[in-house]
């Protein structure tokens, strides 16, 4: 198996892409990843595919959202293609910083849309929860009355009894209640932090790991 590279001949694809070909298959070339039509065999200096960094491939679905496929080219983005997904490339800390801001933007627009559809429900479950407690604490909490088995297991009887709390530990709960009404339901983050590893990641800020001799290392 064998990396070259190879040119879309349809004047209205004309893609570059990197693929592979089987020995066997020598010397002809696969269709176009993009369109299926013939390709033709591209010789780039390697002076010059060493200074192009690969882009950063994703795709936008019809209804905004961002699919990450695994490669920049092959079947994951063949099917992309054929479902009609926008194919974005960004190339360079500019594109790739204004890319991440795009994804960022839509995937906290769609957690704000989540919590608040929810934030109704979350709040009414919060309300009876805080007044089965103050209820509870000022007639006692219904217990179920256990009963320990021969063979050490306990099982609920059928009988309640009532608990009522100390003043100091109803004081304790009345106070974290309290808190905890103030603080509302909970806000959706400002930032996503979805990110490029390549363009926010080196050795100096990766997690330490450790390799097969034990020794600290960075990945």
């Not at 490339?89 to 795009?102: C, D, K, P």
């Not at 934030?119 to 929860?129: F, L, N, T, V």
């Not at 309640?160 to 209640?177: E, G, K, L, Y």
Request: net charge positive; aromatic share 6%.
């Amino acid at each position: 198996m064998a990396r070259i590279d190879v040119r879309c001949t349809d004047d209205n694809c004309g893609v570059l892409r990197e693929v592979d070909r089987r020995v066997s298959e020598y010397p002809s070339t696969p269709p176009c990843p993009v369109c299926g039509a013939p390709t033709v065999q591209m010789q780039i200096p390697v002076s010059q595919t060493a200074s192009r960094p690969d882009a950063v491939v994703v795709y936008q679905a019809p209804d905004g959202s961002f699919r990450f496929p695994g490669e920049t080219s092959g079947t994951g983005c063949a099917k992309y293609d054929q479902m009609g997904y926008q194919r974005i490339e960004a190339r360079g800390w500019a594109e790739v910083r204004a890319l991440e801001r795009r994804v960022n933007q839509h995937e906290e627009s769609e957690i704000r849309r989540k919590v608040e559809r929810t934030a109704p429900a979350i709040e009414a479950a919060d309300a009876a929860r805080r007044a089965e407690i103050r209820r509870g604490l000022q007639q006692g909490f219904r217990i179920p009355v256990p009963i320990l088995l021969p063979n050490g297991q306990v099982v609920h009887s059928g009988r309640m009894f009532d608990v009522h709390m100390r003043p100091r530990s109803t004081d304790v709960i009345r106070r974290a209640q309290d808190l905890d009404a103030r603080k509302g339901h909970r806000q959706p983050p400002r930032e996503v932090g979805f990110h490029v590893d390549a363009y926010s990641n080196d050795r100096s800020n990766r997690d330490e790991s450790r390799d097969s001799r034990g020794m600290r290392r960075r990945d």
